[in-house]
């Protein structure tokens, strides 16, 4: 495992053509930037990347990050999401921001919140095997 970076509170590691996110606090437009710019560099490399996101202390998606991460998905596919940890208003927030990615993307992104990390890592698996 490499990690990109620990800094806080942004953390990626990457797992061959999976990232893991980690943050605390609101996703701002500064994280979301590096971590999109990082995606984009491994689908580059291998491509495809799926994103396994922990959101269980993140506080709040801001406008701006959300309209960034939109206009990112009309040039770029995620290969898929699985999100853990989310409280009930980080993912009715992360949900309206996903709905909106996959009415702007050039392909439908498969998204899916699961309960924990486990979970998560089989969701990618399975759907990893299907592809």
């Known amino acids: 495992m490499a990690t990109r970076t620990a800094s806080e509170p942004l953390q990626l590691t990457r797992e061959a053509d999976l ?4 943050f605390r606090g609101p996703f701002v437009l500064e994280h979301a930037k590096t971590v999109h710019e990082y995606l984009a560099q491994i689908m580059a490399e291998t491509g ?11 506080n709040g998606i ?4 959300r309209r960034y991460v939109g206009e990112w998905h009309k040039q770029h596919t995620v290969s898929g999401v699985a999100v853990y ?20 993307g050039a392909q439908q992104i498969e998204m899916e919140f ?3 990390e486990a979970e998560a890592r089989r969701w990618i698996a399975a759907h990893s095997a299907r592809a």
């Open 114 to 116: 699961l309960r924990d």
């Open 85 to 104: 940890g989310a409280s009930f208003a980080t993912r009715a927030i992360a949900t309206l921001m996903f709905q909106a990615v996959r009415i702007v």
């Open 19 to 22: 990232v893991h996110l980690k």
């Open 62 to 65: 801001p406008t701006d990050t």
């Open 48 to 58: 495809r990347c799926y994103l396994l996101a922990d959101m269980s202390q993140m």
